[in-house]
C-alpha cells in the first residue's frame, strides 16, 4: 500500500499550480523546476522520469 493513493499527470499538476495563481510565468516556471530535477536524476542516478 502506498502512502500516496491519489496520482496526477504532470500536466494536471501544472494546471493546480496556474489556476492558484493565475499566473503563466508560475506555470512556466513549475515546469522547469521539474523538467530540471529530471535532467538532474538522469544524471545522477541514470533514471528517467517516473
Aim: charged share 35%.
Amino acid at each position: 500500500m502506498s502512502y500516496i493513493d491519489d496520482k496526477i499527470t504532470k500536466e494536471d499538476f501544472f494546471d493546480k499550480i496556474y489556476k492558484k495563481s493565475k499566473s503563466e510565468n508560475t506555470r512556466y516556471s513549475a515546469e522547469i523546476a521539474l523538467r530540471n530535477l529530471d535532467l538532474f536524476c538522469h544524471h545522477t542516478y541514470q533514471k528517467d522520469n517516473l
